[in-house]
T-cell receptor
Framework: AQSVTQLGSHVSVSEGALVLLRCNYS??????LFWYVQYPNQGLQLLLK??????LVKGINGFEAEFKKSETSFHLTKPSAHMSDAAEYFC??????????FGKGTMLLVSP | DGGITQSPKYLFRKEGQNVTLSCEQN?????MYWYRQDPGQGLRLIYY???????QKGDIAEGYSVSREKKESFPLTVTSAQKNPTAFYLC?????????????FGPGTRLTVL
């Protein structure tokens, strides 16, 4: 069984500041991990995924995430926030074949 | 362009009526999924199908039904037994090979019960 915990339902940053969105997972098998972004009234778009290759994964729009097995974490970062990054972000985990289990999401707010 | 389409974008229903949400994909994916999204609750899995003519219940299947007669199509029926159907519904599809199961999402259907 898998589960995901996203710390903080809302995160606020200033434009140009570091973005850090936290995700911790639980999995009974080696996990596959994903980050998705959702803009208002739209579907989810894949930002990046970890599939047991490199532990530092680079995604679209300047985002990256680092898989840390000892901490069971997969935090999402971006060095410098843009106004266009304001959206809801979801972390998800799977065992590789099965369905994805999603966290409850973190709303990123970016102020000028 | 390959992708997933959902229709309609907005749907209004009177209490006691069944309504069917459409989901079509041309990505040649074997697996398809339906999720319900409510504010602050993330995505909750309603039903999923990994092959034509077969599907499994997710975490919140009560009051919903599905069919999978074609690989490309996975319609969801919200029945009158669903107590609180107002929500945003998302359809997704994926491959089934290990490591290739990231899900691709449609634009969603917002259902409002009047």
């Amino acid at each position: 069984a898998q589960s995901v915990t996203q710390l903080g339902s809302h995160v606020s940053v200033s434009e140009g500041a570091l973005v850090l969105l936290r995700c911790n997972y639980s999995s009974s098998v080696p996990p596959y991990l994903f980050w998705y972004v959702q803009y208002p009234n739209q579907g989810l778009q894949l930002l990046l995924k970890y599939t047991s290759a490199a532990t530092l994964v680079k995604g679209i729009n300047g985002f990256e995430a680092e898989f840390k097995k000892s901490e069971t974490s997969f935090h999402l970062t971006k060095p410098s926030a843009h106004m266009s990054d304001a959206a809801e972000y979801f972390c998800a985990v799977s065992g590789g074949y099965s369905t994805l289990t999603f966290g409850k999401g973190t709303m990123l707010l970016v102020s000028p | 362009d390959g992708g997933i389409t959902q229709s309609p974008k907005y749907l209004f229903r009177k209490e006691g009526q069944n309504v069917t949400l459409s989901c079509e994909q041309n990505l040649n994916h074997d697996a398809m999924y339906w999720y319900r999204q409510d504010p602050g609750q993330g995505l909750r899995l309603i039903y999923y199908s990994q092959i034509v003519n077969d599907f499994q219940k997710g975490d919140i299947a009560e009051g919903y039904s599905v069919s999978r007669e074609k690989k490309e199509s996975f319609p969801l029926t919200v029945t009158s037994a669903q107590k609180n159907p107002t929500a945003f519904y998302l359809c997704a599809s994926s491959g089934t090979r290990r490591g290739y199961n990231e899900q691709f999402f449609g634009p969603g259907t917002r259902l409002t019960v009047l």
